[in-house]
């Protein structure tokens, strides 16, 4: 069965860095793209970045763009997101989630299967 594991977060001053790790399994990799999500309480999801595993290519969120960066090690099955720059605002939980197919989008209704959220808090 399809499984999406986040893991990574934690508690950061503002300035600061982390990597979020996804660990997938039960699909074949290389044809699926991943996006990473975060949602804090009271408001909705929303797309943070993507990538596609089949030919790299990579999508940010305006507010996220030349601060984080996705990658993939296909080898592991596993994408990665280092945040670096760290704000208070980026206080919330990221998800991981699976493309229903090629490519990379941050639209939410193409996503099929979803990972438990990594909470990331930074401090000011």
């Known amino acids: 069965d399809v499984q999406l594991q986040a893991s990574g977060g934690g508690l950061v001053q503002a300035g600061g860095s982390l990597r979020l790790s996804c660990a997938a399994s039960g699909f074949t990799f290389d044809d699926y793209g991943i996006g990473w999500f975060r949602q804090a309480p009271g408001k909705e999801r929303e797309g943070v970045s993507c990538i596609s595993n089949s030919d790299g290519r990579t999508y940010y969120a305006d507010s996220v763009k030349g601060r984080f960066t996705i990658s993939s090690d296909n080898a592991k099955n596993t994408v990665y997101l280092q945040m670096n720059s760290l704000k208070p605002e980026d206080t919330v939980v990221y998800f991981c989630?699976?493309?229903?197919?090629?490519?990379?989008?941050?639209?939410?209704?193409?996503?099929?299967?979803w990972g438990q959220g990594t909470q990331v808090t930074v401090s000011s």
């Open positions: 989630a699976r493309l229903s197919g090629l490519g990379c989008t941050l639209s939410i209704s193409e996503y099929d299967y």
